[in-house]
Nanobody
Framework: VQLQASGGGLVQAGGSLRLSCAAS?????????MGWFRQAPGKEREFVGT????????YDADSGKGRFTISRDNAKNTVYLQMNSLKPEDTAVYYC???????????????????WGQGTLVTVSS
């Protein structure tokens, strides 16, 4: 599975961005969860949210609830992260990740995802 993340950039606080993660190498039907993580400078990687590609159920971290929305387009083998009301503390490199495992005990754990994209930088200015 290859993942290509895109959509990062510079935005002012309060603004919005939509990140995309396109999967290739396997059909979307073989991927059961696609997640987003982020890593700010000097900080550990942090779970943002994940989506089940089969039923669309999402699991979101508290940091983005009410502001971030994960969605999928199975026809395009793509998952999106819509980020609204961005804050300077959202500045990070955002990574998408995927797993073909049907059962994932901890969807928020990075170790649950064998496949990772290259990351896209999001910078939120104050």
């Amino acid at each position: 599975v290859q993942l290509q993340a895109s959509g990062g950039g510079l935005v002012q606080a309060g603004g919005s961005l939509r990140l995309s993660c396109a999967a290739s190498g396997r059909t979307f039907n073989n991927i059961y969860y696609m997640g987003w993580f982020r890593q700010a400078p000097g900080k550990e990687r942090e779970f943002v949210g994940t989506i089940s590609t089969s039923d669309g159920r999402t699991y979101d971290a508290d940091s983005g609830k009410g502001r971030f929305t994960i969605s999928r387009d199975n026809a395009k083998n793509t998952v999106y992260l819509q980020m609204n009301s961005l804050k300077p503390e959202d500045t990070a490199v955002y990574y998408c990740a995927a797993t073909t495992r049907i059962f994932v005990p901890v969807v928020s754990a990075g170790d649950s995802y064998p496949y990772w994209g290259q990351g896209t930088l999001v910078t939120v200015s104050s």
